[in-house]
C-alpha cells in the first residue's frame, strides 16, 4: 500500500538535508585533524600519508553507488509502502560492500608498495606509505558497508541516525588519533581510522540486523540491477576526477601562486559541493518515494520545490562569496600574488554556486528516479565539449587561471542546461521503473 503523500516543506528538506550534510562532512574534517596530526611526525610521514589517503580515497570515492544508487532503488520500494523491501535492498547493497570491499582491499595490499613508489618517488616515505596503506585496506570494506548503509536508511528518509552512528565511530576515532600516533607513529593513523569506521560499520550491521525481517542470502538478480547503476555512477565520477586533475595540471604552468590560488577555490568549491548536495540528498529521497507511490506529478511537485528551495539557498551563499570574497579569501593566504590571481576566478565561484542550487538539486531528482545513465552521459559530454575545451585553450592562449574555471563554469551551465531539459521532458520519471 502506497504511503501518504511526500511532504516537501522547508522543515522537511531541512530535517533531511542537515544530518546528510554532517555525514558528508565528517570525513573531510576527520581528514584534516589526521593531517594535523601526522604532520607533527615530519615532512616524510606527511607525505606518505598524502600517498596513502589519496589512494584510500580513490578506490572509496568511485563507489558511492552504494549510497546513492541504493536510496535511489530503495526509496522507490518504500514510497510505494514496501520498507521491508527497501530495507532488504540494503542487504543486497551490504552484500556487494563486503564482496567488492575485500576484493579492492587485497588488491591495495597486494600493490601498495610500487603505487606508493609511484606517487611518492621516494624510498623512504613510499615504505611508510606502504604500511599505512596495508593496515588502513582493513577500512574498505568496513567503508562502503557504511555506504550501503546509508543509502538504505536515507531510502526509508531516516538521515539521522546515520549521522549519530558516524559521530559514534568518528568520536573514538578522533581521541584514538593522536594517541596511537603517539605510540606507533603513521601506522597509529592508519590504525585509528580502522578504529572509527569498524564501530560505525557494525553500528549500521547492528541497525540492518534489526531492521531486516527476510533472508539474508545474496539475491543476484538484484545485485546485477545495483551493479547496472552502480557502473553509470561510476563512469559520472571518473569525469569529475578526470576534470580535477587536468585543472590542477594545467594551474601548475602558471606558477605557484595560480597553484595555490587554485587549491583555495578548489577547496572552497568542494565545501560548497557538500553543503548542496546534502539538499540533493532530500531531493532524491523524496522523489524515489513519490515515484514508488507511482504518482509522476508528485514527483514532478517535489522536484519543483525542491529545486526552489536549493535555489535560494544557494543565492544565499553566493551572496555571502559575493560579499565577504576579501576576508574569505585572506582566511587562507595573504600573499598578495594569490590574492591577485584569485580576483577573476572568484566572480566564475560566485556564478557556479548560484548554478549549482538548481544543478545540483536536480541532479538529486533524476537519481531519485534511477535515471543514473543520462547523468553520466550528461557530465562526460560537460566535460568533453565544456571543461577541457576550455582549459586546453587557456594553457595555449595564457589565460591563467581565469581560463580553468571558464572551464569549471561552462561544465557546470551545460550540465545545467541538460537537467534543466531532462527534468521538463518527464522522460526520468519512468526510467526507474525499468531498472527495477
Known sequence: ????????????????????????????????????????????????????????????????????????????????????????????ATWVAVLVGCALAALVWAFAHPVALFLTNDAGAAEAAVRWMRVAAFAIPLTLVIMAGNGWLRAVQNTRLPLVLTLCGLVPGAVALPLLVGRFGLVGSAAANLLGMGITASLFLLVLAREHTGAWGPRWEVIRSQLALGRDLILRSLSFQVSFLAAAAVAGRFGVASLAAHQIMLQLWNFLTLVLDSLAIAAQTLTGAALGRGSAAEARRVGTQATGFSVAFSLVLAGVFLVLGGPIQ?????????????????????????????VFALDGVLLGAGDAAFLRNLTMGAVLLGFLPLTGAALYFGWGLAGIWAGHLASVLLRLGGVVKRFGSMRWATVGEKRA
Open 330 to 358: 585572506r582566511i587562507f593566504t595573504a600573499d598578495t600574488a594569490v590574492l591577485d590571481a584569485l580576483v577573476v576566478p572568484w566572480w566564475l565561484l560566485i556564478a557556479m554556486i548560484g548554478a549549482g542550487g538548481v
Open 1 to 92: 500500500m502506497a504511503g501518504a503523500p511526500t511532504d516537501v516543506s522547508a522543515r522537511r528538506i531541512l530535517a533531511l538535508a542537515l544530518p546528510a550534510l554532517g555525514v558528508l562532512a565528517a570525513n573531510p574534517l576527520y581528514l584534516l585533524l589526521d593531517t594535523a596530526v601526522v604532520g607533527r611526525l615530519g615532512t616524510a610521514e606527511l607525505a606518505a600519508l598524502a600517498a596513502g589517503t589519496a589512494v584510500q580515497s580513490t578506490v572509496t570515492t568511485q563507489l558511492t553507488f552504494l549510497s546513492y544508487g541504493t536510496t535511489a532503488r530503495a526509496s522507490r520500494l518504500f514510497g510505494a509502502g514496501k520498507r521491508d523491501a527497501a530495507v532488504a535492498e540494503g542487504v543486497q
